[in-house]
């Protein structure tokens, strides 16, 4: 973990050069189109972080995020339930290892925005996030949205090594 700290390239090992050049592309694109979509909306996002009830769900990989937004999703009728909800998290997730106060301005110049945009037209009372890649962002987050409830998800470790192996090659 230190290696991210005191490295001055923002990488995560052996992930493809292309890849991050196509999400470093997809971010700019996305928070473009999200600046465009929000541009005349300040006062209904204001309203809608204010109005809605946000929770936020922060794990480790291969911890059963997938398993208990597919449980949420069956069982929350009046709730906007993403996990993973946008890959851009991946290369901010690295970048907020190495600067902390990267999350602070991913969280409140994009994110919030994007979560926004992504809720806009459903109009639920619930918005929650089950994403392991927002971890580093709970500080952020919980400065952006103090009212937002925070969780941590906890697996027992040797369940997550043997979920990792069990992996399809």
Not at 24 to 45: I, M, S, Y
Not at 63 to 69: H, N
Not at 112 to 131: C, H, Q, S, V
Request: with cysteine; hydrophobic share 45%.
């Amino acid at each position: 973990m230190n290696w991210y700290r005191w490295n001055d390239a923002v990488q995560i090992p052996f992930f493809n050069p292309t890849a991050r050049l196509a999400l470093g592309a997809k971010q700019v694109v996305d928070k473009w189109q999200t600046d465009r979509f929000c541009a005349n909306k300040t006062t209904e996002l204001e309203q809608w972080l204010h109005n809605t009830q946000l929770f936020f769900v922060f794990s480790s990989p291969r911890s059963g995020t997938v398993f208990l937004t597919d449980l949420f999703l069956n069982t929350a009728q009046y709730a906007q339930i993403e996990h993973e909800a946008n890959i851009v998290d991946y290369p901010a997730f690295a970048r907020a290892i190495q600067q902390p106060q990267d999350a602070y301005c991913y969280i409140n110049d994009f994110r919030l925005k994007d979560m926004f945009k992504r809720a806009y037209t459903k109009k639920m009372p619930i918005y929650g996030e089950i994403n392991p890649f927002l971890a580093l962002h709970c500080a952020a987050i919980a400065a952006a949205l103090p009212a937002a409830k925070r969780f941590h998800l906890v697996k027992d470790g040797r369940s997550v090594v043997r979920s990792m192996f069990s992996l399809p090659n």
